[in-house]
């Protein structure tokens, strides 16, 4: 939490939610500030009307008449002509029993502060309003009249968006003098809007409008300056600084690499050392840096195909097992491999020489060649234990899998030996009738595998990374890290250590084509499943 409050983060949350209030605000206030009875009226013309009432320097002109305007206006110089509109912008119908002027007889008062009324008309254009106007007869009291400075309106109900228009003409005052509308509405207001007169030009926004547009756009630059400003690179929480030393498995390799590349980005200062040549050499390396170490655990960790039995040699490890691997048969396709596969007891026949020929396993015809793991390979041991079930292969009598050694010459079959995954899938490749065995993902992101195939096994293809802990395909392992005793908390090794164990490294390995065994849809069958997998080794083994 208190890596969160920094003074960006809080900057850019507080704008935010200013933002997200002044819209808020304006969704809130709009249907409530009109969600009563309301008459509002406005000012739309003020003009003079006669010679001598300009309202500017004593004797300026203001209009010109001729014809029959000459004898009309006589006695009227200082005439002005008032346009005024009058309307319902509330929310609710407006009804006559809804005025509350003092005399119970009249609506609204129209007031001039310095002129007098001589001329009232009511204009209402609209055709369908016309009965409107029947309420402005003047009859009694209660009908349009005027005297001295005011009108008197008689209580006319609108509906809403309804409105009238009062032309009056008035003399005795200068033009724009205080105009006013008084009286009252049952759970209303009479108001005076900002009217836009006929000389004038529409305004684009209102001035709420200017309001809210002016606080969106701070809150929206803020926000942006906040992002696009350059910021110190803080480390999550659990990184740790220093250099690091990953060896093992080349079958995990490319997992290694994307775990590698995560951690550093997000952890500036850590430096990991990839040494993928394979499980053996990986676990006598942490070993021997275990001894140098002299009692402490060394900035080292092993990725082994498998579980490491062995008591004695490596009875110091700690093992913490973080995925699945799928391994799968895989054959150059060049002779016609068979398509329902093969039998883990023809592969038993075919790696200790009794099926030489593709064609006696169900393919084309065509000589079957034997690749191979050296023999401190993790996925060689994974393949002797779980589909050679101890089965002795023929021994390695060739350098470049092509052609016996010439001491080799009445060997049934021929059978060379890669060290790395990436070896074995070249030769593989490159070798007709050659067949061998690798890791899945490694396989389908091998860049020349269009001379390749894949073989079932007891007539089951490979699972995916999503069908692994429901799958009882037989070529499966669990893939551990090794480290030399605990390490210290702290120390990068128990960083990295949890970053590959945890949410965020078991994403990456899923990733990277091995089901991890703490995925969090499915963390209580995966942990199960490799628990399994530890079992049925340790079973083994005895």
């Keep these: ?51 001598s009432n300009d309202g500017g320097d004593e004797g300026a002109l203001t209009t010109v008449r001729i014809g029959a305007f000459g004898n009309f206006l006589e006695g009227l110089d200082d005439a002005t002509v008032v346009l005024i509109r009058i309307e319902n912008n509330g929310a609710e119908t407006i009804a006559e029993s809804d005025y509350t002027s003092r005399d119970a007889l009249h609506g609204l008062t129209v007031v001039f502060s310095d002129r007098t009324v001589r001329g009232v008309a009511v204009t209402q254009p609209e055709v369908n309003d016309e009965y409107l106007l029947e309420h402005f007869v003047p009859a009694g009291p209660a009908g349009l009249h005027s005297s001295g400075r005011k009108i008197f309106l008689p209580p006319v109900p609108l509906n809403r968006n309804q409105h009238f228009k009062l032309l009056v003409l008035l003399t005795g005052g200068p033009v724009n003098s205080g105009v006013r509308i008084t009286g009252g509405l049952q759970g209303g207001d009479v108001v005076r809007n900002k009217g836009v007169s006929i000389d004038e030009e529409l305004p684009l926004f209102s001035r709420q409008a200017k309001w809210i547009t002016a606080a969106l756009s ?22 740790e600084t220093g250099k690091l030393t990953v ?60 579980l490491r039995t062995d008591a004695d040699r490596y009875r110091e490890l700690e093992e913490n097992y973080v995925a699945i691997s799928t391994f799968a048969l895989v054959a150059n396709s060049s002779a016609g491999l068979p398509e329902q596969g093969l039998t883990r007891e023809q592969v038993r026949q075919i790696f200790t020489g009794k099926l030489t020929d593709w064609s006696q396993a169900g393919g084309g015809p065509g000589a079957i060649k034997l690749v191979t793991r050296e023999g401190d390979s993790g996925t060689q041991e994974i393949f002797e234990r779980k589909i050679l079930m101890g089965a002795q292969t023929v021994a390695d009598n060739s350098v470049d899998c092509e052609t016996l050694k010439a001491a080799d010459k009445n060997d049934p079959i021929i059978h060379c030996k890669q060290d790395s995954t990436d070896e074995m899938l070249n030769a593989v490749a490159d070798t007709e009738g050659a067949l061998g ?49 605990k390490p210290s908390t702290g120390s990068l090794t128990r960083s990295f250590l949890n970053f590959v164990t945890l949410e965020s490294g078991q994403s990456i390995i899923e990733q990277a084509g091995h089901a991890p065994c703490e995925r969090a849809e499915m963390r209580e069958e995966m942990q199960e499943r490799c628990q399994q997998e530890k079992d049925e080794q340790l079973a083994a083994r005895g």
């Design 218 to 239: 701070l809150s929206v630059s803020v926000l942006a300056v906040t992002i696009a400003w350059p910021q110190a690179v803080v480390p999550p929480r659990g990184c």
């Design 437 to 485: 065995y690798s890791e899945l993902n490694s396989f389908e992101k091998f860049p020349d595998k269009k001379t390749m195939g894949v073989l079932s096994l007891d007539g089951q293809e490979p699972p995916s990374t999503n069908d692994i802990a429901t799958s009882t395909y037989l070529f499966t392992e669990v893939e551990y890290a090794y480290t030399y005793g």
């Design 247 to 306: 060896v093992g498995s080349t079958a995990f390799n490319q997992a290694a690499k994307a775990l590698k590349a995560a951690y550093e980005k997000d952890c500036p200062g850590s430096e990991i050392d990839l040494r993928m040549t394979g499980t053996t050499d990986g676990l006598e390396a942490l070993v021997s840096a275990g001894k140098q170490a002299e009692g402490r655990s060394p900035a080292v960790i092993a990725f082994s195909d498998g």
């Design 1 to 51: 939490m208190n890596e969160w409050l920094t003074a960006d983060n809080i900057l850019a949350t507080i704008f935010a939610v200013f933002g997200l209030a002044a819209s808020a605000v304006t969704i809130w206030y709009r249907p409530r500030a009109q969600n009563r009875k309301r008459i509002g009226y406005r000012v739309q013309m003020d003009t003079p009307f006669g010679n």
